[in-house]
C-alpha cells in the first residue's frame, strides 16, 4: 500500500471513528437539521420544481438574514440556560427607530442605526440588571420587556403606524438589491475555507506542543477543500439568477465572528461553562453575574440588528414590525439548529441552520399555495421533533457518561 493510500484510509478511519463517538456519545450536532433540511428540500422540489430554482434560492437566502440575525441572539441566552421573549418587540422598535430617524428627522443614516443599537444595548444592560439583582426569571422579566417595549415601539410610530422608508435608501437597496459579483464571492469562499484550515493547523500545532491527540491534517485539508468546493457550487449556481445577496452574506458574517468568539475567546468558554454548570462555574472564579448581563446585552443588540434589516427588506416599519411570528421563529431557529434548551450546548450555526428549515418550509409552502395554518403546523411538529431529540441526547449523553 502506497504512502497516499494509507494516508487516505488514515483520513476515513479518523472520520468514522469521530461519527461513532458522536453517536455513542448522544453528540449528534447539526447531523439531524442538515439531514431534515435535505429531506424538507427533497420533498418541496419534488412537489414543485420551481423551489430549487436559483431565482426562488436567492429569495430564500434573503428571507433567512433578518430573522436568522435575531436567532443568533437567543442562542446565546439559550447557551446559559435562560430564554429572552421579547427579541420580536425590541427588533419592532429598531424598525421603528430607524423609519422615524431617516424619514421625519431628517438624521443621517449611521446616526439612527446607532441610536437604535445604544436603544438595544440599555435594553439588555436592565435584563441583566433585573436578574443578577433581584433573580427574577428571565421569562418574567422578558415578558414584561415585551409588552413594555412594544408600548414604546407605538409610541415611536405615533398615530399613524407605519412609515415608509424611501426605496433609494441605502437601507433598502443593501437589503434588497445589492449582491455580490461572482469573482468576489469566490473570492470569500475561498478566504473562509483557507482561514478554516489555517486555524485548524495553529490548532493542531498547539495540541503538539501540549502532549495531546490531533487529528491528521490531510483530513483538515479535505474539509476545508469540501467547504470552498460547496461555497463554488452554490455562488456558480445562485449567480445564474442575481447572485448572492449582500445581505445574507453579512448574516453569514455575524455567524462566524459569533463562532469564533464562542470557540476561540475566554468569553466564549465562559458562556458554556456557565450554561453546564453555574455553580462550579462560580467556583472557577468566573464572574458570572456579567457573563449573564453581557449575553442580554448581546442578544438586545442582535435583535436590533435583526429590526433594521426587516426594515430594509420591507421598506417600512409598522405596527407590525417584530410581531406576528417573529419572535416565534427566531426562538424556534436556535432550538431547531441544535441549540439546548438545558444550556450549555449549540453553537452559532444553529442560527443559520435552524433558520434555513423554519424559511424553507414557509417558503416550499408558499410555492405550494397552502394555508399558512399548516405552515404553523409543521414548524410546530419540526420544533417539538427538534427538543424530543435534544432531551434523548441529553440521556444517551448522561448514560454514556455514567457508564
Not at 441572539?73 to 419592532?92: A, E, K, M, N, T
Request: proline share 2%; charged share 10%.
Amino acid at each position: 500500500m502506497t504512502d497516499t493510500t494509507a494516508d487516505r484510509t488514515s483520513w476515513l478511519r479518523i472520520a468514522l471513528g469521530d461519527l461513532r463517538t458522536r453517536l455513542t456519545g448522544g453528540n449528534l450536532g447539526s447531523v439531524p437539521v442538515i439531514v431534515g433540511l435535505v429531506v424538507i428540500w427533497g420533498v418541496f422540489q419534488a412537489l414543485n420544481p420551481s423551489f430549487l430554482s436559483a431565482d426562488n434560492l436567492v429569495n430564500l437566502t434573503l428571507q433567512c438574514a433578518a430573522v436568522g440575525t435575531i436567532a443568533i441572539g437567543v442562542v446565546l441566552v439559550l447557551l446559559l440556560g435562560q430564554i429572552d421573549l421579547s427579541v420580536g418587540s425590541v427588533s419592532g422598535l429598531a424598525a421603528a427607530i430607524v423609519g422615524v430617524g431617516l424619514t421625519q428627522l431628517n438624521w443621517p443614516l449611521a446616526v439612527t442605526i446607532l441610536c437604535a443599537l445604544l436603544t438595544g444595548v440599555a435594553i439588555g444592560l436592565l435584563y441583566g440588571f433585573l436578574y443578577t439583582r433581584f433573580g427574577v426569571p428571565s421569562f418574567i422579566i422578558t415578558l414584561a420587556g415585551l409588552l413594555g417595549i412594544l408600548g414604546l415601539q407605538l409610541k415611536v410610530l405615533g398615530p399613524t403606524g407605519s412609515i415608509n422608508i424611501p426605496f433609494d435608501s441605502p437601507l433598502v437597496l443593501f437589503a434588497t438589491s445589492w449582491f455580490l459579483p461572482p469573482w468576489l464571492a469566490y473570492a470569500i469562499s475561498g478566504l473562509w475555507a483557507g482561514s478554516m484550515f489555517v486555524s485548524a493547523v495553529l490548532r493542531q500545532r498547539r495540541r503538539k506542543r501540549a502532549d495531546l491527540p490531533t487529528a491528521a491534517l490531510g483530513w483538515q485539508a479535505a474539509k476545508a477543500g469540501g467547504l470552498f468546493l460547496l461555497c463554488a457550487v452554490a455562488v456558480s449556481y445562485l449567480a445564474t439568477d442575481d447572485g448572492v445577496g449582500v445581505m445574507f452574506v453579512f448574516f453569514i458574517v455575524l455567524v462566524i465572528v459569533m463562532d469564533v468568539v464562542l470557540t476561540r475567546t475566554r468569553w466564549g468558554r465562559e458562556v458554556y461553562a456557565v450554561g453546564g454548570s453555574v455553580e462550579a462555574a462560580r467556583r472557577a472564579g468566573i464572574r458570572v453575574n456579567r457573563v449573564y448581563v453581557s449575553v442580554f446585552v448581546l442578544c438586545s443588540t442582535f435583535a436590533v440588528v435583526g429590526g433594521i434589516l426587516a426594515a430594509g427588506r420591507l421598506s417600512s416599519a409598522s405596527l407590525s414590525s417584530g410581531g406576528g411570528d417573529t419572535n416565534l421563529n427566531a426562538i424556534a431557529a436556535a432550538v431547531i439548529g441544535g441549540t439546548s434548551l438545558f444550556g450549555g450546548r449549540g453553537s452559532a450555526w444553529s442560527a443559520l441552520l435552524g433558520i434555513a428549515v423554519i424559511q424553507s418550509i414557509s417558503n416550499g409552502l408558499t410555492l405550494l399555495n397552502l394555508d399558512s395554518s399548516i405552515r404553523y403546523m409543521i414548524t410546530g411538529g419540526v420544533l417539538l421533533l427538534a427538543v424530543i431529540i435534544d432531551s434523548l441526547s441529553r440521556k444517551s449523553r448522561a448514560a454514556h457518561g455514567q457508564a
